[in-house]
């Protein structure tokens, strides 16, 4: 970064920082308010909280002295309260780069993310960690993957399903790649939410439940989200084949979005059956009776 640049990073991160001071309370940390010349906190009261010098911060304000450092940034980020997408913006201008992944355990997700998982009408989607424990998801994935809510919520993890349920690893039309691609995408997941610790405890888990997860995890290979479709065997349905899709959840480095959408309009009237309880009963019987005549003709 050119000495310009620089000067002008600087200024947009001292900017940034002096609006954010100005908005604190001095009372709410125990500050004397008295007579100020501006509202919020003193530039030598954010100093103080961040335990660096006044001088210091005074210049990172100014653009002045060079980059300030990781650490430092995050000193000044929780000297101002700042949130985690706040504290990326100061790391984007201050570093321009964003900060270290800190990996947080699964909490309830919002309404607002349960309202757009229940939106897909036939699509199986479900919100996964970067353990990939599910949290959430909607009625069609309990219907066509597995039924979640009657798992205690320590068995909802999809590796676990893969690796050690008969029943879903039965499911698969090609479990060895389906295998393949989970350890090798929760490998990546994993280290992007920076989940160190969690992951070595579900990996020795694994290890010692499953020689082929152990042959996988020493294969070190890595994945990302393809486009190949996924075939399943329901015991209901039959054949079903769907699509694939993996997306971000906006502020929650550690969550993600996955969407199974039916590959054909006939895999949609099949989920949809399943779904509506007033087709069920319809769409069922004529599997059953094609079947009768699929058994017929065999004879």
């Not at 919020?40 to 006044?54: C, K, M, W, Y």
Request: charged letters at 25%.
């Amino acid at each position: 970064m050119s000495q310009d640049q620089h000067a002008r990073t600087g200024n947009r991160l001292g900017t940034y920082l002096r609006d954010r001071r100005r908005r604190l309370d001095p009372a709410a940390f125990g500050f004397v308010v008295g007579r100020r010349r501006t509202p919020g906190l003193r530039r030598e009261e954010v100093a103080q909280r961040a335990n660096i010098s006044p001088t210091w911060y005074t210049w990172i304000e100014q653009g002045r002295g060079g980059a300030p450092s990781a650490d430092v940034l995050n000193r000044i980020a929780a000297a101002l309260m700042l949130t985690d997408i706040e504290r990326e913006h100061v790391y984007l201008l201050g570093l321009g780069r964003p900060p270290e992944v800190r990996y947080r355990p699964a909490e309830d997700v919002t309404p607002r993310l349960q309202r757009l998982l229940d939106a897909f009408e036939v699509s199986p989607a479900l919100i996964k960690t970067a353990t990939w424990d599910v949290v959430a998801w909607k009625r069609a994935a309990a219907a066509v993957l597995t039924d979640y809510g009657a798992l205690p919520p320590g068995q909802r993890n999809i590796l676990r399903l893969i690796f050690c349920d008969p029943r879903v690893r039965a499911a698969q039309y090609d479990w060895e790649s389906v295998a393949r691609f989970v350890v090798g995408a929760f490998r990546v997941d994993a280290a992007r939410a920076g989940a160190v610790s969690e992951v070595g405890q579900l990996v020795d888990e694994l290890r010692a439940r499953s020689p082929e997860f152990a042959a996988l995890w020493r294969d070190n290979n890595i994945q990302v989200h393809g486009e190949k479709p996924k075939r399943l065997r329901h015991p209901i349905l039959g054949p079903i084949s769907l699509e694939y899709s993996a997306f971000a959840v906006d502020g929650r480095t550690d969550l993600s979005m996955v969407v199974y959408n039916p590959l054909t309009r006939a895999d949609a009237d099949l989920i949809r059956s399943l779904v509506t309880p007033q087709t069920a009963a319809v769409t069922v019987s004529r599997r059953g009776k094609a079947s009768e005549r699929s058994a017929a003709k065999a004879r």
